[in-house]
């Protein structure tokens, strides 16, 4: 039935008249019988798209039940072809010849129109389908054999260490159909199909003792690979790509640093020694550029949109190159399918393979997609992944269920991932790890150059979109600065000026970096107005000799009073729009102040005219900076491997105070050097051991006394002997579920333990409790690592 029309037509010319009645049949019967087929199940000469038509795309999904009705109709039709085959072959006159001419005229006629190509086209995908509808029946019955050999025997087994195994049968009994993706994975309805997926695709059900259990060999892990610093960026940039504006940017910003960025490379080569690092492999799926999740970043990148995420995503996927992983960038669904092994439905399976990659940088975007598309891979897969955060995610907000029952859950947050696998854009969430991005480096050359060209009384404005300018009171204090100072902005506009933008501002429109850049070396001020929030844009001022004045938020800004961070997966407080620069490098660089007090202001304004600073960059946000830090990651941070018991089973200490010893003339503990070592990242030597004041969180405490608040040593705190070391007298020790825990209650003398690990948490505090509070100390101009930490 695949021969075409053309070839029927030849064949009736030539076969003997003999033979005409048969030849007849062959070629009217093949032809009807072929439309028949094409009617019978729904085809069409013309369909839309490939996927619709039902002779191919489909023809990979059909049930078991379906196939079995293809082969069904397939066969009657056959059984009549005979039938007509036997009455036409009796039949035989004179008359036949001149049918016969009819017949091949009409056939020579209907060839020009195009129809013959498409009778062959589907002629093809009937023979192709029948082929893939009589696999997956004999798959279904290899299947379906029991340990006996008898199709159908399958019962579910009763195994107390997989208790869910007939409910999640039911399950499948009732909606194995509603995802491809299962007939994908070979089930066909029957009850030995969904065992073989519940034992062997999940984890549901235990293996069956019948099933080959070498079918699917345990792979063994990849052999360890050495990364080996890099400064070739073409690859990199080629993988980037151009398709939208926002990738083009980020393009633009890596070619522009690669020279610092492979400088920064050497001199950390040499730091380490040439040690030996592992090459990890990387998907870098950058979730909020992706189609799906509406993109509404990439349009506004020439109109004065913000683009703190894109300068740090570029300078994510920079360091993991130039450190030499192997790096895939993902920035669709399409390419994220492609990357991790997405079987063909709507998500419910898991993957169709190990996950192909040791780590997964993406956003919380990018997470809902993963969610959304690895079915049950993402539970199991999920200790991989690190998610880019600006503002940070809290622990309370993180744990699922303790968000939902205390009133922290939000849209964002209760992941249930590791605290430190959120990395943020500046280090104000201990509880989460510090990602950072680069400002560009000054040499010497360039830092005299701006020394003598600095304008004294030239003042830029902090905000690209035109919102930016819309608040109230902005006319005060800019007419208090125009006294003193000549002001510039770079507003976008398409035709004509912002309103918002006073008449006595020069106005120079958006402006690429690099005119920027020189437009901040001449200014002696930089100041905001409130908005934007941490961004990039102060560090790159301060860099280029600005001093930075910014408003003071009284009361300081947070998610309960502020609609901004609204939502938002945090309780922090932010007391300046850029608490940051406020709090790590603060005057002479960075002024923060009530401006809403004119006399300040003017004064301010007044004494900023007098000083003179030199360009500044904190060392965390230089190249060898970021690179030193994310290698420090990459190489210790490991949230799959489980952790060592702590304390160990019949632990005994050599006194009450447990593994702590006090500093001298200090409230501050440390581990005792003479105490059993457990690993450990950051080191033990590096735990700081206080209590805070009633109403004081852990990342205040630890600041207090010149430390960092270190949320993978909150383990080891964790114990009674904790609470004797600090002189705390305990009538009782529990232990429950609080984001504030460890802590001691004065009024009762309680001490109260963590229960649960993802709990343990930097933030929070209540008047109630001092809570104990693991700290740490840190690297000069590095304040995401240990002194030991490298």
Same mark, same amino acid.
């Given at each position: 039935?695949?021969?075409?029309?053309?070839?029927?037509?030849?064949?009736?010319?030539?076969?003997?008249?003999?033979?005409?009645?048969?030849?007849?049949?062959?070629?009217?019967?093949?032809?009807?019988? !072929?439309?028949?087929?094409?009617?019978?199940?729904?085809?069409?000469?013309?369909?839309?798209?490939?996927?619709?038509?039902?002779?191919?795309?489909?023809?990979?999904?059909?049930?078991?039940?379906?196939?079995?009705?293809? !082969?069904?109709?397939i066969?009657?039709?056959?059984?009549?072809?005979?039938?007509?085959?036997?009455?036409?072959?009796?039949?035989?006159?004179?008359?036949?010849?001149?049918?016969?001419d009819?017949?091949?005229? /009409?056939?020579?006629?209907?060839?020009?129109m195009?129809?013959?190509?498409r009778?062959?086209?589907?002629?093809?995908n009937?023979?192709?389908?029948?082929?893939?509808?009589?696999?997956?029946?004999?798959?279904? &019955?290899?299947?379906?054999r029991?340990? $006996?050999?008898?199709?159908?025997?399958?019962e579910?087994?009763k195994?107390?260490?997989?208790?869910?195994?007939?409910?999640?049968?039911?399950?499948?009994?009732?909606?194995?159909?509603? $995802?491809?993706?299962?007939?994908?994975?070979?089930? $066909?309805g029957?009850?030995?199909?969904?065992?073989?997926?519940?034992?062997?695709?999940?984890?549901?059900?235990?293996?069956?003792?019948?099933?080959?259990q070498?079918?699917?060999?345990?792979?063994?892990?990849?052999?360890?690979?050495?990364?080996?610093?890099?400064?070739?960026?073409?690859?990199?940039?080629?993988? &980037?790509?151009?398709?939208?504006?926002?990738?083009?940017?980020?393009?633009?910003?890596?070619?522009?640093?690669?020279?610092?960025?492979?400088?920064?490379?050497?001199?950390?080569?040499?730091?380490?020694r040439?040690?030996?690092?592992?090459?990890?492999?990387?998907?870098?799926?950058?979730?909020?550029?992706?189609?799906?999740?509406?993109d &509404?970043?990439?349009?506004?990148?020439?109109?004065?949109?913000?683009?703190?995420?894109?300068?740090?995503?570029?300078?994510?996927?920079?360091?993991?190159?130039?450190?030499?992983?192997?790096?895939?960038?993902?920035?669709?669904?399409?390419?994220?399918?492609?990357?991790?092994?997405?079987?063909?439905?709507?998500?419910?399976?898991?993957?169709?393979?190990?996950?192909?990659?040791?780590l997964?940088?993406?956003?919380? *975007?990018? !997470?809902?997609?993963?969610?959304?598309?690895?079915?049950?891979?993402?539970r199991?897969?999920?200790?991989?992944?690190?998610?880019i955060?600006?503002?940070?995610?809290?622990? /309370?907000?993180?744990?699922?269920?303790?968000?939902?029952?205390?009133?922290?859950?939000?849209?964002?947050?209760?992941?249930?991932?590791?605290?430190?696998?959120?990395?943020?854009?500046?280090?104000?969430?201990?509880?989460?790890?510090?990602?950072?991005?680069?400002?560009?480096?000054?040499?010497?050359?360039e830092?005299?150059?701006?020394?003598?060209?600095?304008?004294?009384?030239?003042?830029?404005?902090?905000?690209?979109?035109?919102?930016?300018?819309?608040?109230?009171?902005?006319?005060?204090?800019?007419?208090?600065?125009?006294?003193?100072?000549e002001?510039?902005?770079?507003v976008?506009?398409?035709?004509?000026?912002?309103?918002?933008?006073?008449?006595?501002?020069?106005?120079?429109?958006?402006?690429?970096?690099?005119? !920027?850049?020189?437009?901040?070396?001449?200014?002696?001020?930089?100041?905001?107005?409130?908005?934007?929030?941490?961004?990039?844009?102060?560090?790159?001022?301060?860099?280029?000799?600005?001093?930075?004045?910014?408003?003071?938020?009284?009361?300081?800004?947070?998610?309960?009073?502020?609609?901004?961070?609204?939502?938002?997966?945090?309780?922090?407080?932010?007391?300046s729009?850029?608490?940051?620069?406020?709090e790590?490098?603060?005057?002479?660089?960075?002024?923060?102040?009530d401006?809403?007090?004119?006399?300040?202001?003017?004064?301010?304004?007044?004494?900023?005219?007098?000083?003179?600073?030199?360009?500044?960059?904190?060392?965390?946000?230089?190249?060898?900076?970021?690179l030193?830090?994310?290698h /420090?990651?990459?190489?210790?941070?490991?949230?799959?491997?489980?952790?060592?018991?702590?304390?160990?089973?019949?632990?005994?200490?050599?006194?009450?105070?447990?593994?702590?010893?006090?500093?001298?003339?200090?409230?501050?503990?440390?581990?005792?050097?003479?105490?059993?070592?457990?690993?450990?990242?950051?080191?033990?030597?590096?735990?700081?051991?206080?209590?805070?004041?009633?109403?004081?969180?852990?990342?205040?405490?630890c600041?207090?006394?010149?430390l960092?608040?270190?949320?993978?040593?909150?383990?080891?705190?964790?114990?009674?002997e904790?609470?004797?070391?600090?002189?705390?007298?305990?009538?009782?020790?529990?232990?429950?579920?609080?984001?504030?825990?460890?802590?001691?209650?004065?009024? *009762?003398?309680?001490?109260?333990?963590?229960?649960?690990?993802?709990?343990?948490?930097?933030?929070?505090?209540?008047?109630?409790?001092?809570?104990?509070?693991?700290?740490?100390?840190?690297?000069?101009?590095q304040?995401?690592?240990?002194?030991?930490?490298?």
């Open positions: 039935m695949t021969a075409s029309v053309g070839e029927l037509s030849t064949m009736v010319r030539r076969c003997p008249v003999t033979f005409k009645p048969f030849r007849i049949f062959v070629v009217g019967v093949g032809f009807f019988s !072929l439309c028949f087929l094409m009617t019978s199940l729904g085809g069409q000469f013309s369909a839309k798209r490939l996927g619709d038509s039902p002779f191919t795309t489909r023809a990979e999904v059909l049930s078991g039940q379906e196939s079995r009705g293809v !082969l069904r109709k066969s009657d039709m056959l059984e009549m072809i005979m039938k007509r085959m036997d009455a036409l072959s009796k039949l035989g006159n004179a008359t036949d010849t001149h049918r016969l009819e017949l091949s005229l /009409a056939l020579d006629r209907i060839q020009p195009g129809l013959v190509e009778i062959q086209a589907i002629a093809q009937m023979s192709d389908m029948a082929l893939r509808v009589e696999q997956i029946l004999q798959r279904s &019955v290899a299947n379906s029991g340990k $006996d050999g008898v199709f159908g025997s399958c579910t087994p195994d107390p260490h997989y208790p869910d195994c007939t409910s999640k049968m039911d399950w499948m009994r009732a909606r194995w159909t509603s $995802d491809p993706c299962y007939a994908f994975y070979g089930v $066909d029957s009850d030995c199909s969904f065992l073989i997926y519940l034992s062997e695709v999940e984890w549901f059900c235990p293996p069956l003792p019948w099933r080959n070498t079918a699917t060999p345990t792979l063994k892990p990849l052999p360890k690979r050495q990364a080996v610093f890099q400064s070739d960026i073409g690859s990199l940039l080629e993988q &980037v790509g151009t398709g939208k504006e926002s990738l083009s940017f980020m393009r633009r910003r890596i070619r522009r640093l690669s020279a610092q960025w492979a400088s920064a490379a050497r001199r950390l080569d040499e730091k380490l040439s040690l030996w690092r592992e090459q990890k492999r990387i998907l870098v799926h950058v979730g909020f550029l992706t189609e799906e999740s509406g &509404v970043f990439s349009p506004k990148v020439l109109k004065g949109g913000p683009l703190g995420e894109m300068v740090q995503w570029a300078d994510i996927l920079t360091a993991l190159h130039v450190l030499g992983h192997d790096v895939k960038i993902s920035v669709s669904l399409k390419e994220l399918h492609g990357f991790l092994g997405v079987p063909p439905g709507r998500g419910s399976c898991p993957l169709t393979g190990p996950l192909p990659f040791d997964i940088y993406t956003d919380y *975007h990018g !997470l809902q997609q993963m969610k959304q598309h690895m079915g049950l891979s993402l199991k897969h999920k200790c991989h992944i690190r998610v955060d600006t503002f940070g995610t809290e622990p /309370a907000y993180n744990h699922e269920e303790y968000a939902t029952l205390h009133g922290y859950r939000t849209n964002w947050g209760y992941w249930n991932l590791h605290g430190q696998q959120y990395m943020t854009m500046f280090p104000h969430t201990p509880d989460n790890s510090f990602m950072g991005f680069v400002a560009e480096e000054l040499n010497e050359t830092r005299m150059l701006i020394q003598r060209n600095k304008v004294n009384n030239m003042a830029v404005v902090y905000g690209k979109d035109a919102s930016m300018w819309k608040f109230e009171g902005k006319e005060n204090f800019l007419t208090i600065l125009h006294r003193y100072m002001i510039h902005g770079t976008y506009y398409e035709t004509q000026r912002p309103p918002e933008v006073p008449a006595f501002v020069k106005n120079h429109g958006l402006l690429p970096q690099q005119e !920027l850049q020189q437009l901040l070396r001449k200014a002696k001020l930089f100041i905001g107005f409130g908005f934007p929030y941490e961004g990039p844009a102060p560090l790159e001022a301060i860099a280029n000799g600005c001093i930075f004045l910014q408003p003071k938020f009284s009361p300081a800004h947070s998610s309960l009073n502020h609609e901004f961070f609204r939502g938002k997966p945090t309780s922090r407080k932010v007391s729009q850029h608490p940051y620069a406020e790590y490098i603060g005057r002479p660089h960075v002024i923060t102040i401006f809403n007090n004119s006399e300040v202001f003017d004064a301010t304004i007044r004494e900023i005219m007098k000083i003179n600073v030199e360009p500044f960059l904190p060392y965390e946000y230089t190249c060898e900076g970021m030193e830090r994310v /420090a990651y990459i190489q210790n941070q490991d949230f799959c491997s489980p952790e060592v018991p702590f304390p160990p089973v019949n632990a005994s200490w050599a006194s009450l105070s447990g593994p702590f010893l006090p500093l001298p003339n200090s409230r501050v503990l440390t581990w005792a050097a003479n105490t059993t070592s457990f690993p450990s990242w950051p080191p033990l030597t590096a735990l700081r051991l206080l209590t805070s004041v009633q109403g004081q969180s852990c990342v205040e405490a600041q207090s006394e010149g960092i608040c270190e949320p993978a040593l909150h383990r080891f705190i964790n114990i009674k904790a609470f004797s070391a600090l002189d705390l007298q305990c009538e009782g020790v529990e232990s429950e579920m609080n984001h504030l825990f460890p802590a001691f209650s004065a009024e *009762h003398a309680e001490c109260s333990l963590q229960h649960d690990p993802l709990l343990f948490s930097c933030a929070g505090s209540s008047p109630k409790y001092q809570r104990l509070c693991p700290c740490r100390d840190y690297r000069k101009g304040v995401a690592l240990c002194r030991d930490c490298l």
